[in-house]
Nanobody, 125 residues
Framework: QVQLVESGGGLVQAGGSLRLSCAASGRTFTGYVMGWFRQAPGKEREFVAAIRWSGGSTNYADSVKGRFTISRDNAKNTVYLQMNSLKPEDTAVYYC??????????????????WGQGTQVTVSS
């Protein structure tokens, strides 16, 4: 049973930084894709970033390119999302998710089969 546990959310002023962590357990994640998604009040859940566990190649939503960085630590089975130059519109609950293989639909919410409980990020203006 895959378990994903996010941490690192909080309240930060615009222009500040936060680092989210996602501790993964329950299986070997070789070949998996790990994603970060977010959901603001009244909005649909949206893709933020993804990383292939093997090789480390990454993908980003246009809205976060150049500001957010996704990375992973294989030894710790942990995925990170470093968020810099935060804006009020980044305010949302951030979720970590996993899927067992890479494909062109890496940005699709429905293509991920395990999800964490989410961590709140609030950016004040």
């Amino acid at each position: 049973q895959v378990q994903l546990v996010e941490s690192g959310g909080g309240l930060v002023q615009a222009g500040g930084s936060l680092r989210l962590s996602c501790a993964a357990s329950g299986r070997t994640f070789t070949g998996y894709v790990m994603g970060w998604f977010r959901q603001a009040p009244g909005k649909e859940r949206e893709f933020v970033a993804a990383i292939r566990w093997s090789g480390g190649s990454t993908n980003y939503a246009d809205s976060v390119k150049g500001r957010f960085t996704i990375s992973r630590d294989n030894a710790k089975n942990t995925v990170y999302l470093q968020m810099n130059s935060l804006k009020p519109e980044d305010t949302a609950v951030y979720y970590c998710a996993s899927r067992p293989y890479y494909s062109a639909t890496y940005y699709s919410v429905g293509s991920y089969d395990y999800w964490g409980q989410g961590t709140q990020v609030t950016v004040s203006s």
